[in-house]
T-cell receptor, first 114, second 116 residues
């Protein structure tokens, strides 16, 4: 089956690192994504990783992919109050009828305490 | 600014009424999607369109219809609204012809719909 699971809440102190975890079930996924949703707004693509990569770093963001365990994580260094948002994990997989689709997790709400 | 425009931003609708949520993109993306977002349930796909002239059903299509007459527009219609359709609706698009290389989605700002 296809499923993307992530914990619902994470609370960190400002300046600490945040690590948001995600597990997925479809081993044929090609791309994995992290989206950020701020209050009252739509989702915004934050970063992505291709399935043949183990790690991707982009400024304060580090994405780690463990294909064996089907585990994806997003690390935010020096977390700021502006990072408070909902973070969605997603994977791109093939459709039974051809083509591709993206499966989203339920989202992790990150609270950053000043 | 390139992106997706959704209208209206919010609406209160009487049960039984018909409503069309509008979605327009200016990025020439081939694929478009409609999701609803409900607390605790995450995003659920309602309908999608891989190219102009084609549409497909997502996870929760009942009570909704879509059309894709051209590349830019993808309206979502509720034929006879019910309270369970109270939700935040997001339109999204993606370029699946590998021009961007990551197939990521661009989302609109959403329509908050309340059916009473």
């Amino acid at each position: 089956g296809e499923d993307v699971e992530q914990s619902l809440f994470l609370s960190v102190r400002e300046g600490d690192s945040s690590v948001i975890n995600c597990t997925y079930t479809d081993s044929s996924s090609t791309y994995l994504y992290w989206y950020k949703q701020e209050p009252g707004a739509g989702l915004q693509l934050l970063t992505y990783i291709f399935s043949n990569m183990d790690m991707k770093q982009d400024q304060r963001l580090t994405v780690l992919l463990n294909k064996k365990d089907k585990h994806l994580s997003l690390r935010i260094a020096d977390t700021q109050t502006g990072d408070s948002a909902i973070y969605f994990c997603a994977e791109r997989v093939g459709r039974n009828t051809g083509g591709f689709k993206t499966i989203f997790g339920a989202g992790t709400r990150l609270f950053v305490k000043a | 600014i390139a992106g997706i425009t959704q209208a209206p931003t919010s609406q209160i609708l009487a049960a039984g009424r018909r409503m069309t949520l509008r979605c327009t993109q200016d990025m020439r993306h081939n694929a478009m999607y409609w999701y609803r977002q409900d607390l605790g349930l995450g995003l659920r796909l309602i309908h999608y369109s891989n190219t102009a002239g084609t549409t497909g059903k997502g996870e929760v299509p009942d009570g909704y219809s879509v059309s894709r007459a051209n590349t830019d527009d993808f309206p979502l219609t509720l034929a006879s609204a019910v309270p369970s359709q109270t939700s935040v609706y997001f339109c999204a698009s993606s370029d699946s012809f590998q021009r961007t290389g990551n197939y990521g989605y661009t989302f609109g700002s959403g329509t908050r719909l309340t059916v009473v």
